[in-house]
């Protein structure tokens, strides 16, 4: 099981940017990058939905309401992985989930998740 921590969370007003980070802490540096990396978000009262992939050489997947607005990445020696999102929406609010699968297993592991409000 991945240990998966996120951080960077907060309150944005519409037009603005945040990144949001997640880090791996306790898995080792092989078996991060055998690993999908992702976000994942969930509104109120909506299922969680795909935000944005990454795979460990750096392929990109990214939902349609995100594209052009958000950007993933990761760093694999650092075992984390970023969301910079701009041009942050009213509808980007939600509780933002940390993702790592297994292709191999397909086993997934979860972050508590970060909230991002985007507000005036």
């Known amino acids: 099981q991945v240990l998966l921590v996120e951080s960077g969370g907060g309150v944005v007003q519409p037009g603005g940017s945040l990144r949001i980070s997640c880090a791996a802490p306790?898995?080792?540096?092989?078996?991060?990058?055998?690993?999908?990396m992702g976000w994942y978000r969930q509104a109120p009262g909506k299922q969680r939905e795909l935000v944005a992939t990454v795979t460990s050489s750096g392929s990109t997947n990214y939902a349609d309401s995100v594209k052009g607005r958000f950007t993933i990445s990761r760093d694999n020696s650092r075992k984390k992985i970023y969301l910079q999102m701009n041009s942050l929406k009213d509808e980007d609010t939600a509780v933002y989930y940390c993702?790592?699968?297994?292709?191999?297993?397909?086993?997934?592991?979860w972050g508590q998740g970060t909230q991002v409000t985007v507000g005036s």
């Open positions: 306790r898995t080792i540096f092989s078996v991060f990058t055998q690993k999908i």
């Open positions: 993702n790592a699968l297994d292709e191999l297993t397909m086993s997934s592991d």
